[in-house]
Structures are given as structure tokens and as C-alpha cells.
């Protein structure tokens, strides 16, 4: 079935490629100080020490001196202008992101500048359900969006679900008016889907009983399966329980993002096995659910158990500085295994795409990073990202350059989408 | 013209006769090469003695605390904290601001400043001493700016300078009602206001706007105008020669197109944070602009200015820090969020080095400031000691 990717890479890429003398990341298993990464088709062919037998006749490329890790993985991108429902009312599941990106946005050349190679671009937070999300790669030279997909087994773009509570999507034209209201009103959904759902399964052997097609439902009916994973924006502890208490009646998958004091409600979350993307900015403040910003949070709810992960809800905070999320997260005692993890395997793992990507591991994507010194030192700077064996950004390369450090031509047309600052 | 003014409390009384010393395994004074091993001895909030440990007596009786690095209190050239508050409750902590008119150079940061606003606490923690705030950039001309310590007490006793700019702003942050709706006219409605202050005759009732401009006109308060764009920037310059007026240039992110003329006019740059989002006017600034304006030998620090959502302030410890990371020396760097910003202020007799006869505002790390890894492990205030972060 990857058939036809693999059959577009190779023809971009014939040989193999061997990455030699770089210290090695991998994220799953130990560093490796002196070792060898085989790319061939898109994908890591073998990954070792010295000893690794390098293909003959692959092209080989030193790296003494570099280190070597996964690409990185944004939960949380509002690149390419994503949008989702409008005022028309507060839970949108029809509305895709994909349907409104931009891929020729020079953001996502940005963002590989920063070393991300994969991402769950979303709409705002100004609704209960803002619609489909969904994961992209910035692939060099895209400029449709099918081209930027992250394709499941059979072919289809994957993507989550976005929803928020809160006070982000209280308020305003056909929306809730306080925290009950819009419990209520999610509930009232989910329970509409379920319905939906039944009728779909009664029609298998009656398709008399078939429903009308619905758009909305259909999304829905992914997400009460699991297939369609919910992306939650969530600041305060309450919020946060209630959308546990969500997951616990309607069985559906969830990532809390932002998660402000989820370190309050640490063992409840660890509890529910649910996992963190949380969004560091520098200060506390700015609205009423973010004055328990804390870098500690990290730290502390890994201590509890719970999966963590980062996302830079980019432009709250720019992809650029994406692994300063962790470092600064290291600085308040989140341990240095767990730190690489939280960029790059975990967050794989919470868009259940894992098998693919976030760590450097034989028949995964060659989706690496190469940084010219410890990940984490403030002077470190990524020099190249790989995305499926080929080369995205070079920060020798004037021309990617000009992403990394900003300047004139860097930004294009598009406005910054401060998601949550938004009413939708 | 006689001017009102609090006379700023030099010295908090707890800290009046307490000996500190400071140890560290790198003590940058900055005004001078980095001591390695070396001692600060602090008596009645002021700076007694710099050197080696060798050198350095060490007070019989004083209170001895050690760290890996010393550095001078760190000077936040322009900021918000104290006049824009944590919680963003507009009617409550949001005094940052006047949209009544687009000129008001009447209005004076003390008497908005809040001094126990927890950002001010926060930005502390990580070594920040000193903060220049007051009006933010989004009117033609918004306000006064002043100088305050990060220590505890009433806005009068942590005012270091009152009246230390007047803020303007050129570009598109000041265009639409009240502002004028063109850049045209915003130097017209300029021109035409200096012009009439400087005609004005003496006498005749007392006008606070006219006296605070007057001030401008005589050379003895800067107008920090605000400018991203280029030809903003080339606009400030412009008014600071038809005038003969004093310009500082804020923001400033397309600073690096326009170097030599900045250099001609010798206007110092409060540049924008490292980290500010490239948005708007502002959309095309570069990470590395302050490292080009340190090898073009300018006058220059980095500023936290003004944040109206999250995070609601920047700490310019994190901003200079992805300066030094984007090709700024160290020293340098260092010296953008010390003495570089004192120097701009005009207080460098007071603040931002580590010197016999400075106030004792001095913050401790626990290894590079600018790494990642690395926590403010204390602040000293006028002697007075301050938890570090976390």
C-alpha cells in the first residue's frame, strides 16, 4: 500500500545516501557517538555505530562534529492561514483546514528552519469544534496541498479534530454563553453523533435505515471510533477535568493542548492516560486562564505519568524556537530523555503516527535534523532538515537562509495567527 | 516652567547599613573585562569595592553569597511592566495607553505605574533591576515614559527618572482616528505642534502638554519614536533634524536597511525583542539585526516593549540571549540589557555596571546567563536581596 510513495521518492532519489560521523539521536534507544544513518527511498534503511555497512556505490556525507536527531513534531500550527468553522455556530466538525491552507505560504519554509518536519495544522480555538485538522509535511517546493499530506494505509489524509473550552469559545454570534452552556451544547453533539452512528450501523443490514448524509456526522462518527483524534484547547484545571469527564462518557481519543495548569490536575490526567501538548510562552498573563503559566509544568506532569509533548500554536510562539520549549522545560527539572521525547516520538505518538515518524529507527521516514552542537544550548543552531530523505532547508543556502533569520521577501502576504487571541 | 517632580528614594532603608558581599566564579562588570573569581562588596545599597578575590577584602561581619556568574542588574531599555498588567482586564491593569486624542505628551508613566504588578516581580527574577516604561507605542504621541527599580515599594520610592521620553509612534501602528489617516499628515499634525510651542509666548495659562513638548524642543527629553519600516525610521530621523531635537528610535526591525543614515543622525536604537512576531510593520525583522547594529558600531540595547496578549511581557534576558545565539558576542549582548541600556537612558552613573559607587543592583547565575539550562539564582536590588527565579 506505500507502494506509490515509495515509488515517487526513489524517483527523486536513486541511490542511497549514508550519514556518517555525526552523533546520533535516535530518541528510542541510545545516542550513538560516532555513527552511520543509511537513507534510501525516503526511508531510514539502517541506523548505527561505525560498524553499519554503507550500500555500495551510496553517496556518502559527512557530518563530523554535528548531531544528528528526528525531525520534529508541532501538534499545534496555525501555518498557511488554516481556517475552520465560521459565525454560522459554535460546533463545525464539516469545516476542514485543509480546505483553506495556503501551501505555498512561505511559513513553512520557516518552520523547517526551526527543524520541524511534521505538523497538525489546525483552526483557532473560538469554537466548541472548529472543524478537521489536519498533519501535513512541508515538503520543499509544494505548492498544492495534496502534495504536503501525510497519507494513512489507504491513501486518505489524516488529521484530528479541533475543539476548545473555556473562554475562548464563549461569547459572541451564535456561541455559548458561559461554561455550561457550552458543556451542554458538546454533550447535546456528541449524543447526536452516537445516533448517527447506530443508524449507520443498523443500515449494514438494513440500508433502509441509512441516514442522510452528513458531513459533520460522518467526521463525528471518526471521532467516536477513535479514527479522528480530538486536539482540545484547554487552559484552566476545571476545563481540563471536563474534558476528561468528555472522553470518559463519549470513548473518544484526545490531546490536551495548551494545558496552563494541568499540573494541578496532573495524577486525574496521568490517571485518564491522556496526553499533554503544551504551549510555553515567557511570561504569565495576557488573559485570565494563562497567569498560572509556569515552565515547571512539563516537568511535573511527566513526574505524574503523563505523556508530554510541545507545539508552538505558531504564531503565539514562532516554529523557529521550537526546541526551546523543552530546553526551557529541562531548565525547570523535566529530565534531558524526556525533553527529546516531548519533540518528537510522544507527539508522534499522540497523532498515532508513530510508526512513520518521531524517532530515527530502520523502515521509518528519513525525517532528521542536523544541528551543530547539543539540541539543547541556546548557541545551537539547526543547519539542515531532511523530510523523507531530501533536504527542505540548508542554512547555507542563502535562499533558506532568509527563513531562519527573517528579513526582507521572509514573510510573504500573510498576517500572524494569534489562534486564541481571535473570536474564531 | 518650573516642573513638579518626586525626588526619587535612592536607598531602601533595610538595606542601608547591611554589608553584602558576592562571589563568583565570573563577575563581568562590564564597564571592564570579566574578573575571573571575583568579589563585589556592597554597604548601604551602593557598590563599595570590584576586584579578584585576591584583591578584594571581604568585610569582617558581611553577609557572604556565591554564585557561578555575577552580572550588573540587568536595564530593560523600554518596557510596559507596572503601566500593562498580567491580567489584561482593560479598565483595571491596562494603563499603557490613551485613545482620547492622538497627542498626550502630558500624560506621565508614574502615575500610572503599579508597583506591585506581579510582572514586575516576575521579569525581576530573572535578573532584571531595571525597567524605562510607561505609554506604549499606538498614538501619534502617547505619553511619558520613566525609570523605575524592580524593587519592592510605593511608585515614588522605586522611581529612578520620571520624564525620561516622550513616546510617539510613526507608521501604521498610528494610522486611523484618532490618528491621522496618513503618514503625510502625521508629520504635518508634528511639525505643526512643535512649531507652535516653539512660537508660543511666554505667559498665559499654564499648559502641561506645551510645557512636556517644550522640554523635547529644549533638548532635554528625548522624543523615542517609534518606527519599524524603513521609511518610518527615515521619517524620525527627519524630524529630529528639521527640529534639532533629540530622536530615539524604537522598535526600529528595519534598522539594518537603513544603518548609515541612523548612524549620521547618532540616535541610539531601543530595538525590538529578538523574539517579537514578525507581524505588521514589524513583519520582516531579522533575528541577527542586533548583531548588525553592534558591528556598525552603534549605540544600542534590547528592549521586552509591549506584548498585548501572551506572553504578556518579554524578559529581555531571553531576548538577548536569542541575540547571542543569532551572532551578537556575549560581551556584547550582555552589555545591550546593561550598560548599553543604562548609557541610552542616561544613567550609567547610577546603573548597568559593576562599579565602586553604582547602586548594588547585581544578578547571580548558576552558569551562562544565556543557556538554556542556566537559572537567575538571585537579584540584589540597591543591596537589597531578591529570590531568583522559579
Not at chain 1, 526511508?43 to 555500495?56: H, K
Not at chain 1, 532528521?368 to 542554512?395: H, M
Not at chain 2, 530593560?76 to 491593569?93: E, F, I, K, Q, T
Request: hydrophobic share 40%.
Amino acid at each position: 500500500m506505500w507502494l506509490p510513495l515509495i515509488l515517487a521518492t526513489l524517483a527523486l532519489q536513486p541511490d542511497a545516501t549514508a550519514y556518517v560521523g555525526a552523533r546520533l539521536i535516535p530518541v528510542e534507544g541510545p545516542e550513538i557517538a560516532d555513527g552511520v544513518m543509511v537513507v534510501s527511498g525516503g526511508r531510514i534503511a539502517a541506523i548505527g555505530d561505525r560498524s553499519t555497512p554503507i550500500p555500495q556505490g551510496a553517496k556518502v556525507v559527512t557530518l563530523a562534529g554535528k548531531v544528528v536527531m528526528p525531525g520534529l513534531v508541532d501538534l499545534h500550527s496555525h501555518v498557511g492561514g488554516p481556517g475552520g468553522g465560521d459565525q454560522s455556530g459554535a460546533i463545525q466538525p464539516d469545516a476542514r483546514a485543509m480546505d483553506s491552507i495556503n501551501p505555498a505560504d512561505p511559513g513553512f519554509r520557516r518552520v523547517t528552519s526551526g527543524g520541524l518536519t511534521t505538523l497538525n495544522v489546525m483552526p483557532g480555538s473560538g469554537h466548541l469544534m472548529s472543524g478537521q485538522t489536519i498533519y501535513v509535511k512541508p515538503r520543499k517546493g509544494v505548492r498544492i496541498l495534496k502534495d504536503m499530506l501525510v497519507r494513512d494505509g489507504n491513501g486518505w489524509a489524516t488529521g484530528g479534530m479541533k475543539m476548545a473550552n473555556g473562554t475562548n469559545p464563549i461569547g459572541g454570534a451564535n456561541r455559548p454563553g458561559n461554561r455550561s452552556r457550552a458543556h451542554a451544547m458538546v454533550r447535546q453533539h456528541f449524543l447526536k453523533a452516537l445516533e448517527y452512528k447506530a443508524q449507520l450501523e443498523a443500515a449494514k443490514s438494513d440500508p433502509t435505515k441509512a441516514p442522510k448524509r452528513d458531513l459533520g456526522m460522518e467526521a463525528m462518527v471518526e471521532v467516536l471510533e477513535g479514527k479522528r483524534v480530538v486536539h482540545h484547547h484547554t487552559h484552566r484545571a476545571d476545563d481540563i477535568v471536563k474534558v476528561l469527564q468528555l472522553k470518559e462518557e463519549f470513548g473518544f481519543k484526545v490531546v490536551l493542548h495548551h494545558c496552563t495548569e494541568a499540573r494541578f490536575v496532573a495524577s486525574e490526567i496521568a490517571k485518564a492516560g491522556v496526553p499533554c501538548s503544551l504551549t510555553y510562552v515567557d511570561a504569565p498573563g495576557g488573559k485570565l486562564e494563562a497567569v498560572n503559566v509556569d515552565f515547571s509544568n512539563a516537568a511535573e506532569l511527566a513526574r505524574a505519568g503523563v505523556s508530554v509533548g510541545f507545539n508552538t500554536d505558531d504564531g503565539i510562539t514562532d516554529s523557529r524556537f521550537f526546541i526551546r520549549n523543552a530546553a526551557m522545560a529541562m531548565r525547570y527539572g523535566l529530565p534531558r530523555d524526556e525533553a527529546l521525547r516531548s519533540l518528537t516520538i510522544n507527539p508522534a505518538k499522540h497523532i498515532e503516527l508513530d510508526h512513520r515518524i518521531g524517532s530515527l529507527k530502520a523502515g521509518k521516514d528519513a525525517d532528521f535534523i542536523v544541528l551543530d552542537g547539543d539540541p539543547f544550548s541556546v548557541y545551537t543552531r539547526v543547519q539542515q532538515t531532511y523530510i523523507e530523505g531530501l533536504k527542505v532547508f540548508d542554512f547555507g543556502d542563502p535562499a533558506d537562509r532568509k527563513f531562519a533569520l527573517g528579513g526582507e521577501g521572509s514573510r510573504g502576504n500573510g498576517t500572524i495567527h494569534l489562534c486564541c487571541a481571535e473570536a474564531d | 516652567m518650573k516642573r513638579l517632580s518626586w525626588i526619587p528614594l535612592l536607598l531602601p532603608a533595610l538595606a542601608a547599613c547591611q554589608v553584602v558581599a558576592i562571589r563568583a566564579e565570573r563577575l563581568y562588570p562590564v564597564s571592564g573585562p570579566m574578573i575571573a573569581n571575583g568579589v563585589v562588596v556592597v554597604r548601604g545599597g551602593v557598590i563599595e569595592a570590584v576586584g579578584p578575590a585576591a584583591e578584594v577584602t571581604i568585610p569582617e561581619g558581611a553577609q557572604v553569597l556565591t554564585c557561578k556568574v555575577a552580572t550588573p542588574g540587568l536595564v530593560d531599555v523600554r518596557a510596559s511592566v507596572g503601566v500593562s498588567g498580567m491580567l489584561n482586564v482593560p479598565g483595571h491593569d491596562q494603563d499603557q495607553i490613551e485613545r482620547s486624542s492622538a497627542m498626550q505628551p502630558e500624560l506621565r508613566a508614574e502615575d500610572a505605574y503599579n508597583p506591585s504588578e506581579p510582572l514586575i516581580r516576575y521579569v525581576r527574577s530573572f535578573g532584571v533591576t531595571t525597567v524605562h516604561s510607561g505609554h506604549i507605542p499606538g498614538m501619534l504621541i502617547s505619553g511619558q515614559t520613566a525609570v523605575f527599580k524592580t524593587s519592592d515599594g510605593t511608585a515614588r520610592e522605586v522611581l529612578l527618572k520620571a520624564g525620561t521620553a516622550i513616546s510617539a509612534t510613526l507608521g501604521p501602528d498610528a494610522l486611523g482616528s484618532p490618528n491621522p489617516g496618513t503618514r503625510a499628515k502625521q508629520m504635518a499634525l508634528l511639525r505643526q505642534t512643535l512649531t507652535d510651542v516653539r512660537d508660543a509666548k511666554p505667559g498665559g495659562t499654564a499648559n502641561l502638554r506645551n510645557e512636556a513638548l517644550a522640554r523635547v524642543l529644549a533638548g532635554e527629553v528625548p522624543l523615542l519614536v517609534t518606527a519599524h519600516k524603513a521609511q518610518d525610521i527615515l521619517l524620525a530621523l527627519r524630524l529630529g533634524e528639521e527640529f534639532g531635537i533629540r530622536i530615539w528610535l524604537d522598535g526600529a526591525s528595519e534598522a539594518y536597511l537603513v544603518l548609515n543614515e541612523i548612524k549620521a543622525a547618532k540616535v541610539p536604537v531601543l530595538l525590538h525583542p529578538t523574539m517579537f512576531r514578525p507581524d505588521g510593520d514589524a513583519r520582516e525583522l531579522r533575528l541577527d539585526t542586533a548583531k548588525v547594529l553592534h558591528e556598525a558600531g552603534l549605540p544600542f540595547a534590547i528592549q521586552s516593549g509591549f506584548e498585548g496578549y501572551v506572553p504578556k511581557t518579554r524578559v529581555v534576558l531571553f531576548e538577548a540571549a536569542m541575540a547571542a545565539a543569532n551572532g551578537l558576542p556575549f560581551e556584547a549582548a550582555l552589555r545591550s540589557i546593561t550598560l548599553g541600556a543604562a548609557e541610552i537612558l542616561g544613567l550609567s552613573d547610577r546603573i548597568g555596571s559593576l562599579q565602586p559607587g553604582r547602586d548594588a543592583d547585581i544578578a547571580m547565575f548558576d552558569g551562562d546567563p544565556f543557556e538554556y539550562q542556566t537559572r537567575c539564582v538571585g537579584v540584589l536590588v540597591g543591596g537589597k536581596p531578591y529570590p531568583g527565579e522559579g
